[in-house]
Nanobody, 127 residues
Framework: VQLQASGGGLVQAGGSLRVSCAVSGRTPNRYAVAWFRQAPGKERDFVAG????????DYADSMRGRFTISRDNAKNTVYLQMNSLKPEDTAVYYC?????????????????????WGQGTQVTVSS
């Protein structure tokens, strides 16, 4: 499976941005997808995740209530809607995919769980 992240950019603090992750390959809808982010000099951290069906989601505590992850399986795309952005949200945002069995709705927050990664998209929030 291949992942292509897009939609990053420059936004003012308090603004909104939506990034997208296009998932392609033989069976893209069999993958749980998550967003991670990495700021300069820092580790890559979990942001949000969604199960293959879209029935389950999870968020890092600092994003809960501000970010919303969703997926459109007809378009093989996962979205991350980011509202009330803060300068500390500035990072490269990566989407990642993990193959899961039908009925499994776990959300995995560790980078080691994901075998497939997109190239990342830069999000910059100015103060």
């Amino acid at each position: 499976v291949q992942l292509q992240a897009s939609g990053g950019g420059l936004v003012q603090a308090g603004g909104s941005l939506r990034v997208s992750c296009a998932v392609s390959g033989r069976t893209p809808n069999r993958y749980a997808v998550a967003w991670f982010r990495q700021a300069p000099g820092k580790e890559r951290d979990f942001v949000a995740g969604i199960s293959r069906s879209g029935s389950s989601t999870d968020y890092a505590d600092s994003m809960r209530g501000r970010f919303t992850i969703s997926r459109d399986n007809a378009k093989n795309t996962v979205y991350l809607q980011m509202n009330s952005l803060k300068p500390e949200d500035t990072a490269v945002y990566y989407c990642a995919a993990k193959h899961t069995i039908l009925g499994v709705s776990n959300i995995y927050t560790d980078t080691d769980e994901y075998s497939y990664w997109g190239q990342g998209t830069q999000v910059t929030v100015s103060s």
